[in-house]
Structures are given as structure tokens and as C-alpha cells.
């Protein structure tokens, strides 16, 4: 009898998570490498929000909490929900959890049984597909490309419906592609979905404040389907906050009550701490957010202008998150001191071993013609990098 499961030996290790430790065991031994593989903000906590943290912990905010989170901490939740997105979720239509991650974690552990289907549109971000069969559902995929900005249509969506769809899960602004909805694109969507009544919408928005369109659109605003989208977001991206582990979600009070019902038997309510200091920064002026953003969409153009100087490389351009997710297999086939890159994996590896670049293949995300690279750094190392990446690129015959 195998010791370990057999959901667990099915399960991939987080692709993100695994080159950023295969770059950190590599910088450990000395060697000089550029990790373009994770996906966190290089900036600091804002000091306010440390502040909020520092004077918990005076207070004696160490104790557990209520498994959906505090109640000041949803009641400002519900109010930035109001102000930013234009949504009405009352503090029961809200759960806070250990990061967006958990609470996508709870939606589908609490919405999927064995066989359900989930619509996912490819390039997807690397947990989805490994939480979806966790909860023994099926994927089926929607397949974009580079020429459509990797978005799906309405027409892609509705032939993708059967009976057996019970849930759509997609992030706008994107990770891995930074691709963003615009709002008719939104509704567009809306109306397939309301037109499909045991359709739920999973509208993952943890990039909501790296957007560089000036406009962020909830797909919970569209009426006809508003008790039927599950809004997720968090503090990690948009406050640099991505070790205090606090994302939250807002749905109807049904399955809010079943969010709440799963976490309570896996973590309980999150960290004390971490709650106060989300509490801080999501009740600031959103404003605090630009500086940040203005960085990384000059990083952006710096980077998509220097990747489009390499020969095969073909890249759209991201309208948020802070990734780019150019198409590299114009260098499949290509070979280096004898071993061939036939896939995208290949090609990460031998960035990572030939030139100390860490990026992440496409596989993870669903796509096999393109790879994945972090531009939360900064202008120096992304110089730095795409010149590794092009130098070691040139090598390849
Ligand atoms: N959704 C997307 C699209 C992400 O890129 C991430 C990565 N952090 C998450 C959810 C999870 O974020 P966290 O758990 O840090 O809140
Ligand atoms: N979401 C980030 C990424 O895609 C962080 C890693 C993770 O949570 O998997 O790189």
C-alpha cells in the first residue's frame, strides 16, 4: 500500500512556487540568479499598514478568530466592495481567508462534486486546474491565443456549456498573460452564463489595482447574475502585502455560509494580526495604490519593448498584473551542446541553467508555446535578464 494518497500523488507541486525554490536553492550556492519566476510585488508593506499590525499586537489581537474573519474587517471589506466595484455584499456575504488562494480553494471545495465540470479559460493561473480535480471536478478548458490577447468570446463560452458546467473560473486583469475585460466584454459573458441557470461565475480580481486601463469591472455587477458570481480579491498584490496570507471573497450568503463551513474545519479564521493591518489598507484611499502601479507599467513597457528585440519571440502587450507571457517556440527543435528544447519546460530549464534567468514554462498555465516572466523587479534586473535570455536564446542551432 503507497503511503502517500492517491490525490496527493496526483497533485503538481505550484509551478510558480517550484522554480522560485529551484532559484533560491541555486542563489543559496552562490550563483547570480535573476528570479523572474514568482509573482509578488519587490516593494515594501506601506508603513501605516505595519503601523495597524504593531498596534494589534499591543492590544492583544492574538487570539483565534472568527472562522470568517473579524466583523470590522468585513464591514470594511463590504465598504470597499461599495466604493471600488460598485457591489453590495453585507458582512455575512463575506468570508476572509489565509489568501485568495484559500478562498478559491473553498469555492470550489464547496461548490464541485466528482464530475462537475469547470469552464476554464486557457492560460489559466497554475492552481485552478490542481483545486479543480482536488475536488474530483473536470476541467474543460477554453483555448485562447497571442492574436485574440488571450481573452475568450461569448460565442467560445457558450459552446463550451454542457450540462454538467456548474462553475467558470477566470482572473481579469490575467495571470499568466496580464490581459484584461473591459466592461461590454464582461457583459458580453454575463449574458451566456445567465442564459446557463446552474452556471456559477469564480471572477478572481486579486490584480484589481494593477490595471493599467484606468478601469477595473466587476462581472458581479451584471444584474441578471450577481447571485451567481463569487468575488475574490486580497490584499497580496495590490498592497505588496503577500506574506500576511489575507484574501476574501464576496458571494451570496448561501455560499458564503459554505466557505465559512470548509475553512473552519481546515484553518479556522485567519491570522489576527494580518487582519488588522488588511483592515488599514483596504479602508485608505485606493490612491495609495498608484505610485506602485505606475512602476511596474513602466517595467512593463521596458520589458515587452526589450523582449520584441529578440528574434522569435512574439509577445502581446499586458494591460495589468505584472507578467508577460511571450510565445518562444520559434526555438523548439533547437539544440546546445547536444540536448534538444522540444517544450516550454525544456526551454525554462535551460534559461535557468544557461543564463541564471528563472521564469516559469506555459505548461503550468495551460499553454505550451510560451513561457512566463515577473517584471515585480527591477529596471536594472529586467535589463539584465532579457539580455541573459537573449544571449542564451542566440546559443541555441
Ligand atoms: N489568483 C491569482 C490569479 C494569483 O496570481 C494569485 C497569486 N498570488 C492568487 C490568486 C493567490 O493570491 P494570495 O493567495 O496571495 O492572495
Ligand atoms: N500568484 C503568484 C504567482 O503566480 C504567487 C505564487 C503562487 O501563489 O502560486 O507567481
Known amino acids: 500500500m503507497k503511503i502517500i494518497s492517491e490525490r496527493i500523488r496526483t497533485l503538481n507541486e505550484s509551478a510558480t512556487l517550484a522554480m522560485a525554490r529551484k532559484s533560491r536553492e541555486l542563489t543559496a550556492q552562490g550563483k547570480d540568479v535573476i528570479n523572474l519566476s514568482l509573482g509578488e510585488p519587490d516593494f515594501n508593506t506601506p508603513d501605516f499598514i505595519k503601523e495597524a499590525a504593531i498596534e494589534a499586537l499591543k492590544e492583544n489581537y492574538t487570539k483565534y478568530t472568527p472562522v470568517n474573519g473579524y466583523l470590522d474587517l468585513r464591514e470594511a471589506i463590504s465598504q470597499k466592495f461599495k466604493r471600488d466595484n460598485n457591489l453590495h455584499y453585507t458582512p455575512d456575504q463575506i468570508v476572509v481567508s489565509t489568501g485568495a488562494k484559500q478562498s478559491i480553494a473553498n469555492v470550489v471545495l464547496s461548490?464541485?462534486?466528482?464530475?462537475?465540470?469547470?469552464?476554464?479559460?486557457?492560460?489559466?493561473?497554475?492552481?485552478?486546474?490542481q483545486i479543480?480535480?482536488?475536488?474530483?471536478?473536470?476541467?474543460?478548458?477554453?483555448?485562447?491565443n497571442l492574436e485574440n490577447n488571450f481573452k475568450i468570446t461569448p460565442q467560445q463560452l457558450s459552446q463550451s456549456i454542457s450540462s454538467k458546467s456548474k462553475l467558470i473560473m477566470f482572473s481579469s486583469p490575467c495571470n499568466p498573460t496580464g490581459s484584461v475585460y473591459s466592461e461590454d466584454e464582461l457583459n458580453a459573458l454575463a449574458e451566456v452564463v445567465a442564459a446557463h441557470h446552474q452556471l456559477m461565475v469564480l471572477s478572481d480580481e486579486i490584480y484589481e489595482y494593477i490595471n493599467f486601463t484606468g478601469k477595473h469591472y466587476s462581472i458581479a455587477r451584471?444584474?441578471?447574475?450577481?447571485?451567481?458570481?463569487?468575488t475574490v480579491n486580497g490584499v497580496s498584490k495590490g498592497f505588496a502585502m503577500t506574506g500576511w496570507r489575507i484574501g476574501y471573497m464576496g458571494a451570496s450568503k448561501e455560499i458564503a455560509e459554505?466557505?465559512?463551513?470548509?475553512?473552519?474545519?481546515?484553518?479556522?479564521?485567519?491570522?489576527?494580526?494580518a487582519q488588522k493591518a488588511a483592515k488599514a489598507a483596504i479602508l485608505a484611499n485606493p490612491e495609495i495604490t498608484t505610485p506602485m502601479r505606475q512602476a511596474f507599467q513602466k517595467?512593463?513597457?521596458?520589458?515587452?519593448?526589450?523582449?520584441?528585440?529578440?528574434?522569435?519571440?512574439?509577445?502581446?502587450?499586458?494591460?495589468?498584473?505584472?507578467?508577460?507571457?511571450?510565445?518562444?517556440?520559434s526555438y523548439f527543435g533547437k539544440s546546445y551542446n547536444g540536448k534538444t528544447i522540444n517544450t516550454a519546460e525544456?526551454?525554462?530549464?535551460?534559461?535557468?541553467t544557461e543564463s541564471l534567468?528563472?521564469?516559469?514554462?506555459?505548461?503550468?498555465?495551460?499553454?505550451?508555446?510560451?513561457?512566463?516572466?515577473?517584471?515585480?523587479?527591477?529596471?536594472?534586473?529586467?535589463?539584465k535578464a532579457v539580455d541573459r535570455i537573449k544571449n542564451a536564446l542566440q546559443k541555441l542551432t
Not at 461548490?111 to 486546474?129: A, H, K
Not at 451584471?222 to 463569487?230: A, D, F, L, M, W
Not at 534567468?357 to 534586473?381: H, K, P
Open 111 to 129: 461548490l464541485i462534486n466528482p464530475g462537475d465540470e469547470v469552464i476554464i479559460p486557457t492560460p489559466f493561473w497554475v492552481s485552478y486546474q
Open 258 to 273: 459554505a466557505c465559512t463551513k470548509t475553512q473552519g474545519q481546515f484553518t479556522s479564521g485567519t491570522c489576527s494580526i
Open 299 to 329: 517595467r512593463r513597457d521596458l520589458i515587452v519593448t526589450l523582449l520584441k528585440e529578440i528574434p522569435g519571440v512574439k509577445c502581446n502587450v499586458p494591460e495589468g498584473a505584472f507578467y508577460v507571457f511571450p510565445e518562444i517556440n
Open 346 to 352: 525544456d526551454l525554462s530549464m535551460y534559461l535557468l
Open 132 to 144: 479543480v480535480e482536488l475536488a474530483g471536478g473536470s476541467c474543460k478548458f477554453i483555448k485562447t
Open 222 to 230: 451584471h444584474p441578471k447574475i450577481y447571485n451567481r458570481v463569487i
Open 357 to 383: 534567468v528563472a521564469v516559469v514554462t506555459g505548461e503550468a498555465f495551460g499553454d505550451n508555446n510560451c513561457i512566463r516572466l515577473s517584471y515585480a523587479t527591477s529596471e536594472e534586473l529586467i535589463i
